[in-house]
């Protein structure tokens, strides 16, 4: 295969922007994209890209011959099914987070995976960010020595709508998810138990559907760290992301960032502008280098940077955490797993903030 | 009163300090000194500063008439003793921290204080940095909003001898117990609730003593708010503090502090030095004006900037902390404090670290 | 016009990188690339990004009458002549700077632009860094108030090759230049004389060739400011590029940029990596928005950002410099202008090291 | 001798300053202060730090048989007869900055202290701020290689009263002076030619003196290196300190200091408190170490940190400078010196600023 030949699911924010990445990826072709909203707006943005196909169904991309990959960016309740049969179809799959908001029906998924034997990516889009990937490469390197603390702070602008709320899935599944996975990412050890408080401080919306905005997680890691999350969904000052890792060799941290290094020195104090507002600022580049390393790996044949299992742990401390807030105890992955083989299926809930 | 006359108990690192900060303060005079271990170099010392007395005795200090306050710089397990007895002899008092390592016996001598009318200021010197208190005054002046999150973290260079943490009554009521007073401090409202995780991870000599290392704890206050600290016996990089308030209308933070402002950009990256070594090094300036503000208090009859109820509150955290480390759960500091009621009496623990 | 039809003459590294910055912009085109080097890797390089011609020779570009505007990023001595006959085929110009290495000759094509009635916007892509725009802007809202000082500071990673060198028109002409403008439009004032000392620091091939390699230029203003720049040929931790402002109101300063915010505490000290190596890395931002600024100026019949006058000031204030440099006296830019009526014509010099 | 018995000459900001740092030294001892102005509040001053003696006549300190070594911190035109009887009568000296206006008379004080044998040391106080010496410290490891450049930002929060400024000497001999000390001392090299370019940009009161109120002033170094030097009379911002060493292996900065690290990020943006405001607290640890070098110097029978030499240098390169800001070229500093043994005295102003 000279080039990638990729079809798109799902024609909103987080498709289009994978799409303009891929386009502009020398070994990667956009061939198809598909949306059940597809109308003249989305014809005509393809036409300007000379992205040949657009779609109403899914199916047309998935039974594609032609098509070597999907990218799913379509709403969450949708990942688990569509993941199902890109892999029957023999299609590589990136799919965005969360796999699903049922981590019984993300195992489900990546089995399906593992048994077509497709190669499959999750979004967790942070890795990928060059500050936190020197912070990890420092970390196995060894410049902090062996783990004792990890802190991650992760607080979004604005919180969503209240019809986002309702489907989010909470916090900790919808949000805390992706610094669950930094975590992980970070620390090189998999989250074995965690204890979340949770509070509404915000906007009392957040309680209505037994949702927080407002938390903090303890995380225990195997490796015997320990970790700290704190989230909210709203920082007046801009999207803040930040990670520390600290250990027997030190500290490595990776501050939160500024759109430019311009600093107003007058007589009233000193001033510089607010952090990027949103991930989509933040995240840019991150977002290039995401795409960018699934064509790498599958055109090389080489392993994901974002697996499945990475997936699946991440979703699993998450719940571990709603539980946690819940019964106000702290909680350990393995026991969470088990409690849920017998409880009733969740509600699945829509799309991803982020998204 | 023209200026205040002041007996120092306990010669040893601190007591010294406290005695050079006030031979420097223009309202303040250092009548006498007294410890068990006065000796010729003491005297010596002594002599070089024109202070007239140097005991063996507390005794001598607390029976002279001429003198108007008392600095407490003895080893822990005789605080509570000497502020009973210079309470009686109409003394005011100012106490190193923590005044006791049980919080039944810091009430025992807060009462004491109390009917006979003599101030108590309590030594939690961090109070005093000029950062914290920028901190603080911002937060007063409502630059965060309503408070939603507070972070401490605060890192020791080193651990103590083993000696020390034998006696130390632990992480929290030795180390984290500062941190706990800050946290209330900022966030201007009491503990109400704490969820100790605490790992040995530095030196194993500390889970001989059952003692941790390590600590996450989440806080939750009587205002709503949140917090969490996070602790260690050894940072490499130095003593590090820090603090940040998260609210409504933004963010407050004290980033730690470096010894000077020099940086050296090379090929190979980067560069500046470490932060300040420890405690007396990062706060020398705060505990010249943590004795300058009781002095102020005394001469003024205005309340002192920490009270023995603070010290009281700290030790209550740090104390549920320990046993919610212990018992693997969260644990309400009004429930602690009434099965403390019931449970035999704590060893109490030598002096502190930092003192 | 829906979309800019655009020609890039010159298909080095700078007219590929804008070639590529254009091929994204959704309303321009890029309907052809020259290169008298045109051989079977630029087509290739074409094709893969659609583009549907590749000549030899720039006069297929300029006599096509589709054709709307020209990129002109061929060696400095082409430039004139160049802008010259895209103006007599009235095309609308992006010339990359310098103009040429004698200001009579930018003069000369200046005219003939003005007599053709075209749009001629010259590559001094530092204007259109987020940080500098910033300053900028704080500047233009009298965030500084009246201005006192300005401070550039411009080092390169590392010297070009002696071949450059020896065609570059010295330090002041070739990288400062850069610098002269920057300050012109940070200061929104003329630069009317200069003082320039340089020396020979890094390398003796730049004494070979009569240039210097480090220098420091003070500049005085039409508004009476003062100005001063430093310049290097070699930073061995990177390029390093940073403006300050100072005023009645205060200052406002860009400080140098770094590739990630991590930042390690280890026992040796505090470390950081480098900044980016050298201009594409650091202006990468800035290329894609000056360009985004020459197609949006032309559609919609604007002035451009960066004008002729702009590029024939900075050079006027580069020729003076090294007079000044020569003649170890400060020097009028009138008068430097002045006396180059009767001088002899300077030798021209090739491309530019930064292009 | 086992203390240094030192007499403080002149009692304003600046000699109280010094002999409350010589009273906290172990191995210093303030025998007596004298100062024409010597009245009820300076006795009760002296006698609330029991400083045994206070005179109005210099006479009795320079007469008196047992102190070893003086403070010189009476005006500036005192400072050569101090110097000389001093050394007449064998005391060692340390003399505020400068010496004198005229490097005539500094250098006829200098010759006076070397005949007489005695150790004199000169009030350059910033020398001893922590970060310049850790600049210098890496400059002499070598971490910048051979030295290029070298920036110095001084800018002051507020200009001196009008009187002040009639009696200072000017811009360069009055303030830049101990940035061209600082210069020297950075660089380790005398500097041997400036250029200096000054305007009134503040207020005309300065145009009214032949003076001016802001400056650039480029620097050549006897090893070949560069420098500039920026100067303000009023930052509104507050004092502002900074220097720079560029070389062939890297930079070697020292950034400004703020009084605390506090930061706040809010909706509008992010703030921070203005730096100190002026010398006093920005140079208070400075001065302390200052006193404390020329006690152990003395002491020991060491050479002090702060030669004649190095004042005479400085001075010379001030003067050089007023005669390049005047005469609009470049001027060496043996052409300057030469010049002025032909000319006419200078008057001799008043005190300086900064004491």
Redesign the interface.
Known sequence: MTRLRIGIIGAGRIGRLHADNLL?H?DAEVAAIADPQAGPALREWAA?R?IPRVDADAGSILNDRLIDAVFICSPTETHVPLIVEAARAGKHVFCEKPVSLDFRLTRFALQAAERAGIMLQVGFNRRFD??????KQ?AEEG????L??L?V?S?DPEPPPEAYIAMSGGLFLDMAIHDFDMARYLCGSDIVEV?A?G?V??DPVFARYGDVD???T?L?FAN?????I?N?R?????Y?QRVEL?G????????????????????????????PHFFLERYSAAYREESASFVRSVMRGEPVAVTGRDALQAELAAWAARQSSVA???VRLAESEAEAAEAAEPTIGGGSHEN
Chains 1, 2, 3, 4 share one sequence.
């Open positions: 502009l020398p300007a000379s060059r500050s936190f990937r020197r912070v420092w410049a902090a020595g062996e004792h603390l802190r702070t607080r204890y408080r509070v401080r915000i407002t938390a903090v303890t225990v015997g760290a320990l970790g700290v704190d909210s709203k920082a007046v000052y801009g803040d600290f027997s060799g030190g500290s490595i941290a990776a501050d939160n960032e500024y759109a430019t290094t311009a600093m107003l020195h007058a007589a009233d104090g000193v001033h510089r502008d607010k952090p106000g105890r702290p």
